[in-house]
């Protein structure tokens, strides 16, 4: 059974910097799509990025395109997400989800929620000064 765990959250001021990482266990990550994903209190889990385990491509949500990065390590196991100039709405509970799919080049369809059975617990994002 995939299980999935986030870390790397923290409080940050405006403009700075935090990389989570989504470490999996149980399962190697291969033939999956991995998703990033935020909430915020009230709000719909929105789709922050997406990337295929199988051909490295990647989709950013519009609104972290240019400044968020997805990326793998395979022997770790973990895809990570590198947060560069964040903003205020940046903040938020952040969640990896994965599923297993044979996927080249995945699209913004896979920025829905409802693409994923697995999901970690969440980490804490707050950007503020």
């Known amino acids: 059974q995939l299980q999935l765990v986030e870390s790397g959250g923290g409080s940050v001021q405006p403009g700075g910097s935090l990389r989570l990482s989504c470490s999996a266990s149980?399962?190697?990550?291969?033939?999956?799509?991995i998703g990033w994903f935020r909430q915020v209190p009230g709000k719909e889990r929105e789709g922050v990025s997406c990337?295929?385990?199988?051909?490295?491509?990647?989709v950013y949500a519009s609104s972290v395109k240019g400044r968020f990065t997805i990326s793998r390590d395979n022997a770790k196991n973990t895809v990570y997400l590198q947060m560069d100039s964040l903003k205020p709405e940046d903040t938020g509970v952040y969640y990896c989800?994965?599923?297993?799919?044979?996927?080249?080049?995945?699209?913004?369809?896979?920025?829905?929620?409802?693409?994923?059975?697995?999901w970690g617990q969440g980490t804490q994002v707050l950007v503020s000064s």
């Open positions: 989800a994965a599923v297993k799919k044979f996927v080249l080049a995945v699209g913004p369809i896979h920025l829905s929620p409802d693409k994923y059975n697995y």
């Open positions: 990337f295929s385990m199988i051909d490295g491509s990647t």
């Open positions: 149980g399962v190697t990550l291969d033939y999956h799509v």
